[in-house]
T-cell receptor, first 113, second 115 residues
Framework: GEDVEQSLFLSVREGDSSVINCTYT??????LYWYKQEPGAGLQLLTY?????DMKQDQRLTVLLNKKDKHLSLRIADTQTGDSAIYFC?????????????FGIGTKLQVIP | EADIYQTPRYLVIGTGKKITLECSQT?????MYWYQQDPGMELHLIHY???????EKGDLSSESTVSRIRTEHFPLTLESARPSHTSQYLC??????????????FGPGTRLLVL
């Protein structure tokens, strides 16, 4: 089956680190993505990780992948109020010759000044 | 920055009207997608296209239809809008090829309200 799960809500204080977690069920996932959606806007690709990697760092963003547990996390260092948004985890895989992306429900990050 | 556009951004319309949501991308991507997102809910794929004259239905059943006559253009049409069609519609495109990564770039979305 294919399912991507995320917690719905996370609240952190400005300057702290945020960790958004995601679990997925399909072990054949090849790429895993994090998208950011600000209020009233479309989705913005933040970062992605290939399934044979454990970690990827991009400025304030760190992605950790535990393929054994099918667990993905996004850490935002020094969280700012501008980071308040909904964060979507997504997995990509090849399915019967077609490529398919499955999104989680999204985690709403609230940054408290 | 991705060059994918959607119009209108917001639309309020009465029941029974025919509407077309426009989506265009200038990146030359072969693949384009339409997602539906209700408030506070996950994204659902409703249509996708792998190139000109190719359209497929997605995971979520939708009464809308799509066409792909040109690479850059992927409009979505509702022949007779109903209140149950009220939602946000997100268009995306990607250049991924078979067995390569699929990075989808999203447009800003169209918020549709059917009265």
């Amino acid at each position: 089956g294919e399912d991507v799960e995320q917690s719905l809500f996370l609240s952190v204080r400005e300057g702290d680190s945020s960790v958004i977690n995601c679990t997925y069920t399909d072990s054949s996932s090849t790429y895993l993505y994090w998208y950011k959606q600000e209020p009233g806007a479309g989705l913005q690709l933040l970062t992605y990780i290939f399934s044979n990697m454990d970690m990827k760092q991009d400025q304030r963003l760190t992605v950790l992948l535990n393929k054994k547990d099918k667990h993905l996390s996004l850490r935002i260092a020094d969280t700012q109020t501008g980071d308040s948004a909904i964060y979507f985890c997504a997995e990509w895989r090849n399915s019967g010759g077609y490529q398919k992306v499955t999104f989680g429900i999204g985690t709403k990050l609230q940054v408290i000044p | 920055e991705a060059d994918i556009y959607q119009t209108p951004r917001y639309l309020v319309i009465g029941t029974g009207k025919k509407i077309t949501l426009e989506c265009s991308q200038t990146m030359g991507h072969d693949k384009m997608y339409w997602y539906q997102q209700d408030p506070g809910m996950e994204l659902h794929l409703i249509h996708y296209s792998y190139g000109v004259n190719s359209t497929e239905k997605g995971d979520l059943s939708s009464e809308s239809t799509v066409s792909r006559i040109r690479t850059e253009h992927f409009p979505l049409t509702l022949e007779s809008a109903r209140p149950s069609h009220t939602s946000q519609y997100l268009c995306a495109s990607s250049a991924g090829t078979y067995l390569s990564k699929e990075t989808q770039y999203f447009g800003p979305g169209t918020r549709l309200l059917v009265l």
